[in-house]
């Protein structure tokens, strides 16, 4: 445990990935912060390649794969951003790609998979079609490069919050969205080297598999996939979940309607147009203002793969 919240190896990550990342922007919006009552910074991953934070952890991965297991290629299952990521990383690699996608995708989603020459084979919803994927791929001699439950992935997605912290250090506290916790961990890992107090996640309250499993210290499976933000609906990962524990103060949940609201809100201050997933983290600020008001905060807007807004 004590080597996986190594600060270093994100250090090490964020060099490694350098010349394959883009190091996104970090957006303050005056008007944002008066419709919080709070000071945000906001780190755009929805500017990051393919749309979402994910492709630091693919990255991440893929490049300590040894020859050999590039050779194979590589498989996953995935909602549609750690798979777009994967194959958009595997494409500049020379790596197959195979992910296995549910039925209820969103087309934004698949297409960006399918944009980047995925092999895409699609599964019935729900975390056990994943499992039973998983299972089948594993006789391939592909390498499974999974969405978040990983050392190498969570290191990838920290790199995010190092990038923040060292642009912005002195902030009162962090949040990020939870799904499976990959990018929840490596903020958290982050977070605390760089001295920051108090760490967050925000989910769903339609997924909030991860607020259960914090408060019980028990790992819970994932509820039924019927929330909007589809980036979340997954159960948070047996070797995320102790670094969460360890590391994260609270999860925090907020309605889907909330989301729906701060995504708008983003939008008409800012331009900036998220995933309602990513918009949890700024809903979780007007929902708690116990915990937000006035603070210093950074906030990892985690994906921007949606459908624009009607003209």
Known sequence: MTS???????????????PMVRRTTVLVSLKLNE??????WLKCEHLQHTGAFKFRGACNALLQLTD????????????GNHGAALAAAGKQLGIKVRVGVAAN????KRANMAKYDAELITIEPGMAAREAFVAAQQSTGKSFVPPYN????????????????N??????????????????????IAAQAKGVKRVYGVEPELAADGQASFQTGVLQPAMPPMSICDGLLTSVGDKTFPIIRALVNDVLVVSDSEALAAQKLVFELTE??????????IAAIKRYPELFAKQRIGVIISGGNIAPPAA
């Open 4 to 18: 996986q919240l190594d600060y270093s190896h994100i250090v090490t990550a964020a060099e490694r990935l350098a």
């Open 68 to 79: 050999e297991e590039r050779a194979r290629g590589v498989y996953t299952v995935s909602s």
């Open 150 to 165: 990983h050392p190498h992935i969570w290191q990838g997605q920290g790199t995010a919050a190092h990038e923040l912290l």
């Open 167 to 188: 642009e912005q250090p002195d902030l009162d506290c962090i949040i990020a969205p939870l799904g499976g916790g990959g990018l929840l961990s490596g903020t958290a």
């Open 105 to 108: 995708a969103s087309p934004v």
């Open 35 to 40: 419709a919080l009552n709070a000071q945000v």
């Open 272 to 281: 900036q147009w998220i995933e309602p997933s990513s918009a949890t983290v």
